[in-house]
């Protein structure tokens, strides 16, 4: 399990690495754990290193994020190179989390390497989680995308959406990142209204999600439908319809937490008809 530090240990042999280029995730085709090369291993290649974080422990051992050169080469034939979504399903979910953390933070320090105020180059704080800009006093903290995510139903029917960036004819949850001054229920009512026109109430909260795409959290409800017809906003939305729990269409995988809440549903309305 992971285990999140700032404060970097001494070095030791069993150090773990997460390691990117130019925002690729090299992934170890032979490994169980596919997205973790450990130290010998990383030496063997000699990989020159551009950036590199400490992230915590992963079961107990050092875990670091690295960034390595574009110009080193990657044996194609040992490791693969894609973005975060090529380890999704493939590993468990907390690794998957661990890895993007790594993503998040690699991606944070190069976005703040100088200061918005003042222009100067900022450090990474040695005591806590930040970017510091020493002559200002500037202070920036990883970055986090607070987004709502909800399941519409009514009844045995759930309300999916396809969105126009969706590769494949896949149906999900609706969603909508919060804006300032809003609250989550606020954001909910508003993003089901603007995205395809239906009013809901009686949200219920169900869970959250760190998201790394690039760096959401994912605020999961449930939302009972009210009133209103489908109305699509075609700049978001290539289709949106009512389906039946037990005939529903490709639907996001259960490491999701879309597919999560549409599962859960699923399984309570399935268990309410067999008692």
Do not use: K
Request: aromatic share 10%.
């Amino acid at each position: 399990m992971f285990r999140p530090d700032h404060v970097e240990p001494p070095s030791t042999a069993d150090e773990l690495h997460i390691v990117f280029q130019r925002g690729d995730l090299i992934s170890d085709m032979r490994a169980m754990e596919v997205c973790l090369i450990d130290r010998a291993q990383l030496e063997g290649h000699g990989w020159r290193t551009l950036r590199r974080q400490f992230l915590g422990y992963w079961h107990d051992r050092p875990c670091y994020v690295l960034e390595i050169d574009e110009l080193e080469e990657v044996d194609p034939l040992q490791y693969q190179r894609g973005n975060l979504y090529h380890i999704l399903g493939r590993v468990d979910e907390h690794l998957f989390a661990l890895a993007g953390r790594a993503a998040q933070l690699l991606d944070w320090e190069r976005d703040h390497q100088f200061c918005g105020r003042c222009g100067r180059q900022m450090q990474v704080d040695a005591q806590e989680r930040a970017m510091r800009c020493e002559p200002c006093g500037t202070v920036n903290f990883p970055r986090i995308a607070p987004c709502a995510i909800v399941l519409v139903t009514r009844g045995e029917e759930l309300l999916l959406a396809r969105n126009v960036n969706f590769p494949g004819p896949m149906y999900s949850t609706l969603a909508g990142f919060i804006e300032a001054g809003e609250t989550v229920e606020q954001t909910l009512v508003r993003e089901v209204r603007e995205e395809v026109g239906v009013e809901v109430e009686n949200l219920r909260y169900f869970q959250s999600q760190s998201w790394p795409f690039p760096n959401q959290l994912m605020l999961g409800f449930f939302a009972d439908w009210t009133g209103g017809d489908i109305v699509c906003d075609q700049r978001e939305i290539a289709d949106a319809r009512w389906f039946h729990y037990r005939e529903l269409p490709m639907i996001p995988p259960p490491s999701s937490v879309a597919g999560q809440l549409i599962r859960h549903y699923v399984d309570q309305l399935s268990r309410s008809h067999l008692s």
